[in-house]
């Protein structure tokens, strides 16, 4: 059983920057994957960054190069460096993880536990 627990998010403008923290709770972590996704209203979750236990990342074509997933397992802390943001990235962010042999990383369905969310608003 893992919990997460999100936090940094908050209002910032366009072109500024923001970290998202997610503390993850149990002795296993270094041993899940864990992502990043996000929700913005009236719209489905979507997939914005993973990186698995041996440190390997993904990032959705919108965020390539202005995002930064990392994680400190000594920590069990996965963080989102969100830099020059935008309008469009306004959203609730949620951090999951998963454990499994093979996913589909950018489906919401191959993740087992979620955190809260933190919400990020980019004002223009």
């Known amino acids: 059983q893992v919990q997460l627990v999100e936090s940094g998010g908050g209002l910032v403008q366009a072109g500024g920057s923001l970290r998202l923290s997610c503390a993850a709770s149990g002795r296993t972590f270094s041993t899940y994957a864990m992502a990043w996704f996000r929700q913005a209203p009236g719209k489905d979750r979507e997939f914005v960054s993973r990186?698995?236990?041996?440190?390997?990342?993904y990032y959705a074509d919108s965020v390539k190069g202005r995002f930064t997933i990392s994680r400190d397992n000594a920590k069990n802390t996965v963080y989102l460096q969100m830099n020059s943001l935008k309008p469009e990235d306004t959203a609730v962010y949620y951090c999951?993880?998963?454990?499994?042999?093979?996913?589909?990383?950018?489906?919401?369905?191959?993740?087992?536990?979620w955190g809260q969310g933190t919400q990020v608003t980019v004002s223009s």
């Open positions: 999951a993880a998963e454990h499994r042999s093979q996913v589909v990383y950018d489906r919401p369905t191959e993740y087992d536990y």
């Open positions: 990186i698995n236990w041996i440190g390997g990342t």
